[in-house]
């Protein structure tokens, strides 16, 4: 290896060390106290936050999985007419932030809210605890599903299934047997994204008051550290564990995907009305329910407007600041995420190995760990660290680094992508002409890679502008985003005023979701860019020296 080559490579593992630091911040922590540790998730009483994540994600993550597999074998393998008018409409609960979910269940339901004014009754169901979390996660989840399955059916090859009809069978068994066994991959790994998603949650189970792993941590860190710091090593663990089993599903149904012809499409028939019905119930409950409900709140409290010269209703000019809050930690967030990732993109792309594999598996690593588990491992190690170090809490530095390690996966799958796309004859003919590295990267290779960076970054950009675990506990005093504005007014029973910031931040995620995950997704038919995966269009086919990029 050239010395050039061993700077590139120093770089890249030392851009890598800040997303190994929670993970391995919680191992050394848990292993000077085993004996804590084992006191901790053996005891009795948290045991049972445990036990209720994992009903809660499988629950979540097999409600999901047969919505989403309706839903995508409706969409791509019917009659159904409108199917892109489908599509499109399937995939937008994903831009609804679990916790504003939970603000809109709970503000349906409330004294005044938008169930009580249509039904004219006083008395309403307890929507909190078990219920009211599954409802809400599974409606804004099953799209995790939808995607990949929908992209999978889309790729099968109808030669299977025509023989099965020819041999008789009828549709639905001709589904259960044939189509079923070879979209399984699509549908176990989408539903391993559900369950990942859901036992890192904090935002709807806390705001529905149902006693899960996350609630647990957040309810034990200042009260009891120990504690949880041996819960969020228990969550740690699982959540990569997951990751590992998605990707390996991910890569199975990927590589067992070699049709591009067209699908074989089933007459609906007699079943028409029940499954435009059915489409109409999912996206009513899961999109426009929210969504009216939000409105309901945010127009009743314009009109009655507020006493209280510091709320949002009484001066609309106060949205201004957690929105320029925002989009300027977001973007800055998205920028730094994308420089730091470029050269462990770089390393492991063009020069493929063991090595390259460990940089990009940290990376993922860091995305892996639920973004309360990473914050409260940067709250631990700032607060016991001296000089410099300790200096660093509660500071916005510190906060755009946590995003950049919980978020930073996005822009590697993106970034390695990019970096593939740009052949390499190209880099050859800059350096005969005399053209320096850095010049060479310039003017060769970053304006080739600018689609596929930026794409990356967007996606950044997107989970950092709905992160709220890791604001609430990092941000600095007096900042404060459009999420925990949502999230203040929430736990202050302020609908009105919850509503209002939910609904400007539920703006700005559909238009960036429209943009990088829905658009790419319909024009291809195929699945958009789910977390941990490179966007579609990001770059081009690899040449014979850019061999094809290991993806988070």
Known sequence: MTWRGVRAT?????????????????????????????????????????????????????????????????????????????????????VIPSFVGAVALIAAFAP???????????????????????????????????????????????????????????????????????????????????????????????????????????????LDPATSIALSLVLGLLAVAVVVMERRSSRVGL?????????????????????????????????VAPIAVLAFWAIHGIARGSPDATSVLADPGMILEPLLSTAGVSAITALAAVVIVLPIAFRSVRRPGRLGEMLAGTVVGGFALPGLVTALAFVFFTLSAPGPLGALYQTLPLLVLAYVVHHGALALGAAQSAVAGVPARLDDAARIMGRGRLRRFAGVELPLMLPGLAAGAGLVLLSTAKELPMTLLLAPAGFSTLATRVWQAAELAAYAEAAIYALVLVAISAVLTWFLVVRPALRSWAPGPLPGSAPPG???????????PTTP
């Open 10 to 94: 120093a770089l890249a593992v030392a851009l890598t060390v800040p997303f190994a630091l929670p993970f391995a911040y919680l191992l050394v922590r848990n292993g000077q106290d085993l004996g804590g540790l084992w006191g901790a998730v053996s005891d009795t009483r948290l045991v049972g936050p445990l036990l209720r994540s994992l009903a809660l994600g499988i629950s979540v993550a097999a409600a999901s999985a047969v919505l989403g597999t309706a839903a995508a074998w409706l969409v791509a393998r019917t009659e159904l007419r409108g199917r892109r008018m489908w599509a499109l409409l399937l995939c937008l609960p994903l």
């Open 112 to 222: 005044g809210g938008l169930v009580e004014d249509l039904l004219g009754i006083g008395w309403l169901p307890e929507v909190s605890g078990f219920k009211g979390a599954f409802i809400v996660l599974t409606l804004l989840t099953y799209p995790y599903v939808f995607l990949p399955v929908m992209a999978r059916l889309r790729g099968l090859p109808p030669s299977l299934e025509e023989s099965a009809r020819l041999l008789g069978r009828r549709p639905v068994e001709v589904f259960l047997t044939v189509v079923m066994p070879q979209a399984r991959a699509a549908i176990a790994a989408g539903a391993l994204l559900v369950f990942l998603y859901v036992i890192s949650d904090f935002g709807a189970v806390q705001l529905l008051r149902y006693d899960t792993l996350t609630r647990a941590i957040y309810a034990d860190r200042l």
């Open 255 to 287: 590589r067992n995907q070699t049709h591009t012809g067209p699908p074989l499409m089933v007459p609906l028939r007699g079943a028409g009305m029940p499954a435009y019905l059915f489409l109409v119930l999912l996206i009513g409950f899961a999109l």
């Open 538 to 548: 990001a770059g081009a086919p690899p040449d014979r020296r850019s061999p094809e």
